[in-house]
């Protein structure tokens, strides 16, 4: 980080704006997952695969950082763009999240902004150098089990409020107890088990401090724990299980813990 930084975390507030663009991402992926115009694309044959339905998918990268904002464009076309490191940094993130099978990515820099009960529902997946920084960077997800049945939004009974209006007022006022007691929240990570996030955690801890044959045999074993899932396994264990196997499940002797992301 330069000397020109300024370290976000001492904004107030912006814990809280982090917890919030976090669940808004979260709640894009279960509508797309609960409603019916949506969902109805699954049944669209032309759309359909050779083996499987249609299904909308969406990713996202999240991380923090300055940008200036201006009008591109010509008289006759003018859009607002936003141009900074920090944007490219997200986009990455994004192009990533399909390396490692996950709907959302998040960087260190976007995870220690938020509060501590929303980081514990986050799970570290890999450390990385992305192109135009020689910087190591861990990197995060929150799980998303997507292929299943979310139940439908309904308006608390003898409320006199429309949906949109109950909806709006639960965001503004947020509360940190949203992440054990909202039920979208907690069904997306119901496959993300105890057991589950401590044998992974295991194999990551073991895969950064070049203890390959661990890694290996823990990895294995969060991957198996994770067959319940649209990727039959977890993608995450999937994506370090390659890179070690890509260097015959041989730690290279000048391992420094990371490695560089092929995504640009």
């Known amino acids: 980080m330069s000397s020109l930084a300024v370290d976000l975390r001492r904004i107030p507030g912006l814990d809280i704006a982090a917890d ?9 992926l279960v509508e797309i997952n609960r409603d019916i115009q949506v969902i109805g694309y699954r049944n669209d044959q032309r759309l359909a695969g050779p083996s499987s339905p249609f299904k909308v998918r969406m990713g996202f990268g999240l991380h923090a950082g300055w940008a200036i904002e201006g009008a591109v464009g010509s008289l006759q076309k003018v859009d607002a763009t936003y141009l900074s490191p920090h944007v490219n940094m997200a ?58 049945i979310f139940p439908r939004l309904r308006t608390p009974k003898y409320s006199n409020l429309d949906l949109s209006e109950v909806l709006k007022r639960q965001a503004d006022d947020y509360d940190v107890l949203i992440w054990e007691n909202d039920l979208d929240l907690v069904q997306l990570r119901r496959l993300a088990t105890e057991e589950f996030l401590a044998t992974h955690r295991k194999g990551v801890d073991a895969y950064l401090i070049g203890n390959w044959k661990k890694s290996k045999e823990m990895l294995q074993k969060s991957n198996e724990l994770m067959k319940g899932s649209e990727n039959k396994g977890d993608g995450p264990s999937q994506a370090l299980l390659s890179y070690m196997e890509s260097n015959n499940w041989a730690c290279p002797p000048d391992w420094k813990g990371h490695r560089s992301l092929s995504i640009k």
Do not use: N, W
């Not at 919030?20 to 894009?28: D, E, Q, S, T, W």
């Not at 959302?104 to 529902?121: D, G, V, W």
């Not at 135009?132 to 998303?144: E, L, N």
């Open 20 to 28: 919030k663009a976090l669940v808004g991402f979260l709640k894009v």
């Open 91 to 148: 986009a990455r993130m994004e192009a990533a999240s399909r390396q490692f099978g996950v709907a959302l990515l998040m960087t260190e820099r976007f995870h220690e902004l938020m509060t501590p009960e929303a980081q514990s529902h986050c799970r570290k997946i890999d450390v990385v150098t992305v192109k135009g920084s020689a910087v190591p960077m861990p990197i995060f997800t929150y799980d998303t089990h997507q292929d299943q």
